[in-house]
């Protein structure tokens, strides 16, 4: 089984957040502006979402691609000349978000789809038009090179794993409302009996067969993970799920020293990892489609793409 050095990959939860609480003018148009009736015009000359937030994005964990994806589009954009991408983690960075919704102030994060956010709140992507964080993603799954041989069900399953965004988004919201993960997995498996047979079908039951599989600490991974680590108990393995950062899962999967892993986002998210790792591992292909990574922030903000923030002065 796998082991790993806790300090060297336990993930940073601190956050530097700092969100001054003033007026957005526009909002009760008590600003009088002296151009045609354009809001538009008005939230970005005279609204500066960037001094509110200290010119700061909310991140996640540093070696995340998202977070690279920001950092590039803060050498990109000249509307974010001056800003920072603060890193933290993905429950930090929920957390920093439901705060900002919940005081009505602005903020921005690293987002991804799937997400609970998306169900939770009212949120939007900004328009992205220098294409710094690239097209649509998969989630696909990774094997260890040599399972099919070795464990030709756990195999099996992990190959048919297939599944869609509101499957996934209903068990990471669960979650958030308080569900142990092994809990909402077994729900959303008891709700879904026929896609899940679909993942097992012709699969044999085994007794006590161990697997261990890795995943990232995000809440997408989580929900993912958990299903199919329950689909597998249920067919008599003995499952082990282990939290890793991004480049320890890749190479705890490419060196053989756990089964596998469903947590692969590509092709810019663990763009880096796939090409460090890629040739050592089993490419078992998409379990999810249209995953997407980008700046997102509150529907309340009056801002539509990356071009219309500011640079720092």
Excluded at 61 to 67: H, R, S
Excluded at 83 to 102: F, K, N, P, R
Excluded at 243 to 260: F, I, K, R, S
């Amino acid at each position: 089984m796998f082991k790993f050095d806790w300090k060297r990959l336990s993930m940073t939860a601190g956050l530097s957040l700092t969100l001054l609480a003033a007026g957005c003018g526009s909002d009760d148009g008590s600003e009088s502006t002296e151009g045609d009736s354009g809001s538009e015009g008005e939230s970005t000359e005279e609204m500066n979402y960037g001094e509110e937030m200290d010119y700061e994005i909310t991140g996640i964990e540093a070696g995340a691609g998202v977070v690279a994806a920001a950092q590039d589009a803060v050498e990109t954009y000249d509307s974010l000349s001056g800003w920072e991408v603060s890193t933290s983690s993905s429950g930090a960075m929920a957390a920093a978000l439901g705060e900002a919704i919940e005081n009505e102030e602005p903020i921005i994060v690293t987002g991804w789809t799937p997400h609970w956010k998306f169900a939770e709140y009212d949120l939007k992507y900004l328009e992205d038009p220098e294409g710094s964080f690239g097209d649509a993603e998969q989630i696909k799954t990774m094997a260890k090179s040599g399972l099919e041989d070795e464990k030709p069900n756990a195999y099996m399953i992990l190959d048919q794993f297939m599944w869609e965004t509101a499957d996934m988004e209903e068990v990471m919201l669960e979650i958030q409302n308080g569900a142990e993960p092994e809990e909402a997995a077994k729900n959303w498996i008891s709700n879904n009996e026929d896609k899940v047979s679909s993942w097992t079908e012709g699969t044999e039951e085994v007794d006590g067969t161990e697997v261990e599989l890795v995943y990232v600490n995000w809440d997408s991974e989580i929900a993912s993970t958990n299903v199919v680590a329950e689909v597998m108990k249920q067919q008599g393995f003995e499952v082990t799920i282990t939290p890793l950062d991004n480049g320890p899962m890749w190479e705890a999967v490419a060196n053989g020293e756990v089964d596998g892993m469903v947590a692969a986002w590509l092709p810019a998210t663990h763009g880096s990892q796939f090409e460090e790792y890629g040739d050592q591992l089993e490419d078992l292909g998409a379990n999810l489609e249209g995953a997407k990574i980008g700046l997102v922030v509150p529907e309340y903000m009056d801002v539509d793409s990356i071009e219309d923030l500011q640079p720092s002065e």
